[in-house]
Structures are given as structure tokens and as C-alpha cells.
């Protein structure tokens, strides 16, 4: 017997709210993400931290546009960048110079505190996590 391959013809429905169903999911696990990299690189106490003023004006943002969902981490504090780079604010009577960072507060303080999160694996592997979570897959 000859199957005239011609003649099969498969139709797959996809419901029209599956789209924003998995965006949905997808904006919800990133924001579980964001937030757990803040617990993360707070609880690591990598931050400079004096009088703890940085670790509490941090917080995650995530932002949504038609084709992407991106998440960040922001220290909202005008010398985080300073802090960041390790080096102090540079003023018309002094350039910049290294910071020593006291460690009383958090032993493991020191500048580029995202340095170890840069390859993106931590990220990649909580996203993925929080997703199945979100999804209710085990």
C-alpha cells in the first residue's frame, strides 16, 4: 500500500492567550530572580558598608517592552559608583584615589561586588528555577 504523502496535512491550535500567559510567567520569575540576587549579593556582604545606608537603598527594577524583559539591580546611592570602582570622588583640589575598605561591618567587602555574577550562571540558573517554580513544574 502507497500513502500519498501529499494529502496529510496536520492543524495545531495555539490558544491566542498563550502569549501573554508566558510572558506573564516569564515577568514574574524575573522579578523573583532580581529579588533573589539582592538577597544574594547583600547576604554575600561584599557591599562597603559603614553605616548600612547602600545595602538599604538598593532594590531590583524589572521593565517590560514588546520583545524583552530585563532585569536590574540599583544602589541608588550618588557614591555607589564610586564604592563600586574602589575609588573616591575626585574634587578640584584632590583626583581620585584608592578606597581602603573597612571590613568591621562586612568581612568580604571590596570593590566590583558583581564581578563573580558577570558570566551570567548564578542569574541563568535562579531564572530557570524560579520559572519551573512559577510554572508549577518539578
Known amino acids: 500500500m502507497r500513502?500519498?504523502?501529499?494529502?496529510?496535512?496536520?492543524?495545531?491550535?495555539?490558544?491566542?492567550?498563550?502569549?501573554?500567559?508566558?510572558?506573564?510567567?516569564?515577568?514574574?520569575?524575573?522579578?523573583?530572580?532580581?529579588?533573589?540576587?539582592?538577597?544574594?549579593v547583600v547576604g554575600s556582604q561584599t557591599?562597603?558598608?559603614?553605616?548600612?545606608?547602600?545595602?538599604?537603598?538598593?532594590?531590583?527594577?524589572?521593565?517590560?517592552?514588546?520583545?524583552?524583559?530585563?532585569?536590574?539591580?540599583?544602589?541608588?546611592?550618588?557614591y555607589a559608583r564610586y564604592q563600586y570602582y574602589g575609588m573616591t570622588k575626585p574634587t578640584d583640589d584632590k583626583p581620585s584615589r584608592p578606597l581602603n575598605y573597612q571590613t568591621v561591618n562586612n568581612p568580604n567587602a571590596r570593590s566590583k561586588w558583581l564581578e563573580e555574577y558577570e558570566d551570567g550562571e548564578w542569574i541563568n540558573e535562579r531564572f530557570n528555577e524560579n520559572l519551573r517554580n512559577v510554572r508549577g513544574e518539578k
Open 47 to 78: 557591599l562597603p558598608k559603614d553605616n548600612g545606608e547602600m545595602e538599604k537603598d538598593t532594590f531590583t527594577v524589572v521593565e517590560k517592552s514588546p520583545n524583552l524583559i530585563v532585569g536590574s539591580l540599583i544602589t541608588d546611592k550618588p
Open 3 to 40: 500513502v500519498d504523502k501529499s494529502k496529510i496535512s496536520v492543524k495545531i491550535s495555539i490558544d491566542p492567550n498563550f502569549k501573554n500567559v508566558i510572558e506573564a510567567e516569564i515577568e514574574k520569575a524575573m522579578r523573583l530572580t532580581m529579588e533573589d540576587f539582592k538577597r544574594e
